[in-house]
């Protein structure tokens, strides 16, 4: 009994700053790991602060038409720009850091609303690029290591050359000769490309894999890859992999706390497709069970398959909202089945249309969230953790919601 609730006591907060309903949140802490799924209404980004302080952003969405209907309004509102919005949560998150730095930068791919699309009256940057997404979060908090899919040719499956991705280009050109910005292509397979820049002796069981690149994916063995596609040329050209399938994503191991985010990958082949169109399968064979995942392509109906949600089996499931289609109605159906597996799982969404509020129905009731900034907080040593909600119609940081603790398998 006493050993019952010296654990609880532990695993209750005492080694987490406390965070309460209606408070600020408390800040980050040596040994804490936060991961803040950030919302903006118009795209995905994830701050993390590993365990030494040192910091990662995946992803700066601003999507090319914020107005549509389809699309979730602006948080907190339309005065800011969602990178702007961005990169002022990061610059409060990393104040600790006295003059907030991003270790690190990742592009899982090169959609608008995970990297921002160029309008013609965005603000214009140091280098005459625009700012919008990565670009506007990187002008105002200096990237030390930006990785992502194409660098440096960005060529893959074939050139890619439109305008977002040559503004994209041009911001990197100018920060990497003008703000020391170094640039790399991530690489499958490896644990030793995203590592803890401040303090990594003392953590010992923290760990990033890179899972998958460019349909490349981590076997789940050592560092070694096989190709999840055919090659090129042995492919129509209209069969080559499309921009989601390219995504990378890694996972993150903080001792027994194991996280997943793979970008927009699709589960699901196209009707008439190939099955190596399945990505989250190989993703799932690879990375085993994880506490919390963020969901694949925000929940749409192409993603989070019973095959993967079999192997990833989540305690917590992310979902990244801007848009009416997300979720799917039967991905939440999947994601709830105790037949795909069995215990029980926590579901958070950024927000929820009223379109689909309407369409799903009271299955959407089940949901733990559908408001806010969502934040999971990782004790040290990763033996269990919170799931924070954070109001996200001002900058406050207060927090509306606690969930668990949890606790890692
Ligand atoms: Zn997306």
């Known amino acids: 009994m006493i050993r019952w609730i010296v654990l609880t006591g532990l695993l209750g907060g005492s080694l987490l700053p406390a965070q309460e309903v209606g408070s600020v949140l408390p800040p980050w802490s040596e040994g804490v790991l936060d991961i803040h799924q950030i919302n903006t209404g118009k795209g995905n980004s994830t701050l993390f602060v590993l365990p030494d302080g040192t910091s990662l952003l995946l992803d700066a969405g601003a999507g090319s038409r914020p107005e549509s209907p389809r699309v979730l309004p602006a948080r907190p509102d339309a005065s800011r720009t969602p990178g702007d919005w961005i990169a002022r949560y990061v610059k409060r998150v990393l104040a600790f850091r006295g003059e907030p730095v991003l270790d690190y930068a990742l592009l899982t791919h090169f959609h608008d609303d995970h990297m921002g699309y160029p309008f013609p009256n965005s603000k214009v940057g140091k280098g005459g690029y625009l700012l919008t997404g990565i670009t506007e979060v990187g002008e105002a908090v200096p ?29 990197v050109k100018w920060q990497a000769a003008n703000r020391g910005l170094q640039a790399e292509r991530f690489v499958a397979g490896r644990k030793d490309q995203v590592v803890l820049q401040r303090n990594a002796a003392k953590y010992p069981n923290f760990e990033i894999r890179n899972v998958l690149v460019n349909t490349e994916v981590w076997t789940g063995v050592a560092d070694t890859t096989r190709q999840q596609f055919p090659r090129l040329e042995d492919l129509q050209p209209a069969d080559y992999p499309v921009e989601n399938q390219c995504s990378l994503g890694f996972r993150l191991s903080y001792g027994k706390f194991d996280y997943g985010s793979f970008g927009d ?5 196209r009707e008439g497709g190939f099955a190596w169109e399945d990505m989250e399968q190989a993703v799932a064979k690879a990375v085993g069970p994880l506490e919390a995942v963020v969901l694949n392509h925000h929940g749409n109906r192409d993603s989070m398959t ?8 989540p305690q917590v499931l992310i979902d990244p909202v801007w848009s009416a289609d997300h979720p799917g109605h039967d991905v939440l159906d999947r994601i709830y089945s105790t037949r795909i597996y069995p215990g029980p799982r926590d579901v958070f969404a950024t927000n929820m249309s009223a379109a689909n509020r ?34 996200d119609s001002s900058e406050s940081m207060k927090v509306t919601a606690v969930h668990g603790p949890y606790v890692s398998r």
Do not use: C
């Open 143 to 171: 990237i030390r290591k930006l990785l992502d899919r194409g660098w440096p040719d960005y060529a893959y499956p074939t050139p890619l050359r439109d305008a977002m991705v040559e503004n994209y280009r041009a911001f």
């Open 265 to 269: 990958i699709p589960g699901k082949v």
């Open 306 to 313: 019973a095959g993967y949600l079999a192997g990833v089996r």
């Open 358 to 391: 309407a369409v799903i129905g009271p299955l959407l009731d089940r949901l733990q969230s559908s408001q806010g900034h969502i934040l999971i907080r990782v004790a040290p040593g990763g033996d269990s953790f919170r799931v924070v909600i954070l109001d």
